[in-house]
């Protein structure tokens, strides 16, 4: 069977709960949904955050997460699997990204769940631009982030 | 060939695409990055820390030393810092 995958890139917010029920519907094969949100901070640092806006390029974002979704589905047994990325303006307290991965057993779920953000944040097309109250600036790439998505690199 | 530029590699430079016929003699990503450098200051401003720039070609990433041969869109911006 053809696992479902659902990649949306969009600018308006998700509900996280309609989107557990909708890869869990009328399934008696999921014994586990893990979810993942990424969610705007207000601050960084002693810094305050106004907003994020995140520019994206179109085309690849979805070729990339749809690769790595790909990647996932081969290494792990999972029965579905659910990326959204908005871009735009967000504000603090706002969704920036949700991964829903389901399984019969939770280890997939978890593992692949991980997987998945670690290389959304290294991988794919998307840059944060943070508002704060000196103006506006790029958000540096966090050299945790690569090494957090060097872990899965098949030796 | 079509080369789109985001982020801050897309402010530096001042535009977000453009149509480009490099020389023949251009022939990796690498090149490319040097030959678009001599084009102006904003170019060698953008690309000034070469090492730090991502490309991709087609939508997919590549390393500096790929071939440009064949390429419909070339795309150069900084470490993503998405999720």
């Known amino acids: 069977m053809t696992v479902p995958v659902t990649i949306r890139l969009q600018e308006a917010d998700f509900d996280t709960a309609r989107e557990i029920a909708a890869i869990s519907r009328g399934r008696t094969d999921i014994g586990a949904v893990v979810t993942f949100s990424g969610i705007c901070r207000g601050g960084e640092g002693g810094d305050a955050i106004a907003a994020l806006t995140l520019e994206h390029y179109p085309g690849m974002a979805e070729a990339e997460i749809g690769r790595h979704a790909e990647e996932a589905l081969q290494r792990w047994p999972l029965t579905g699997l659910t990326v959204i990325h908005r871009y735009g303006r967000i504000v603090p307290g706002e969704n920036i990204v949700l991964v829903v991965t389901a399984s019969s057993h939770r280890e997939a779920a978890f593992e692949a769940a991980e997987f998945l953000m670690d290389y959304l944040k290294t991988k794919a097309p998307f840059w944060k631009r943070e508002e704060g109250a000196g103006g506006s600036a790029w958000v540096d790439a966090a050299a945790h982030d690569d090494a957090a998505a060097a872990r899965w690199t098949k030796r | ?83």
């Open chain 2, 1 to 83: 060939m079509k080369i789109v530029y985001f982020a801050w590699v897309r402010e530096r430079i001042g535009k977000a695409e453009e149509t480009v016929e490099p020389p023949a003699a251009v022939r990796t990503v690498a090149d490319l990055i040097g030959w678009l450098s001599g084009r102006g200051e904003q170019y060698a401003y953008a690309f000034e820390n070469a090492r730090v720039i991502r490309t991709a070609i087609d939508h997919a990433h590549v390393q500096q030393t790929a071939a440009i041969a064949g390429a419909r869109e070339i795309a150069f911006f900084p470490p993503m810092t998405g999720g």
